[in-house]
């Protein structure tokens, strides 16, 4: 029903940025909450950042200062820029969204695209 995409992930030196998109396609009524999380390797998955429709936002901390969530509702779209990157940022990162469809509200991920900070 809901088809999240996502794109912008590659392999970037420590200190250098990159800026993930993900858009939302499919029987979408409105989107609330759109984030983005990150499971590196061996380890759980984790929240990175997200965005309510009006715009509010939050980060985890070892993000705070260096990653900006932002969202074009007109395009169904959320962005992740990230600035400072870091080897410990290094991860498959996800979107995610919490959509009102036509047949009822769905939790929705996108495919995952790689970031790797290595040098």
């Known amino acids: 029903q809901v088809q999240l995409v996502e794109s912008g992930g590659g392999l970037v030196q420590p200190g250098g940025s990159l800026r993930l998109s993900c858009a939302a396609s499919g029987s979408i009524v409105r989107i609330y909450a759109m984030g983005w999380y990150r499971q590196p390797p061996g380890k759980q998955r984790e929240l990175v950042a997200a965005?309510?429709?009006?715009?509010?936002?939050n980060y985890t901390d070892s993000v705070k200062g260096r990653f900006t969530i932002s969202r074009d509702n007109a395009k169904n779209t959320v962005y992740l820029q990230m600035n400072s990157l870091k080897p410990e940022d290094t991860a498959v990162y996800y979107c995610?969204?919490?959509?009102?469809?036509?047949?009822?509200?769905?939790?929705?991920w996108g495919q995952g695209t790689q970031v790797t900070v290595s040098s």
């Open positions: 995610n969204a919490g959509v009102l469809t036509t047949k009822g509200p769905l939790l929705s």
């Open positions: 965005i309510l429709n009006g715009g509010s936002t």
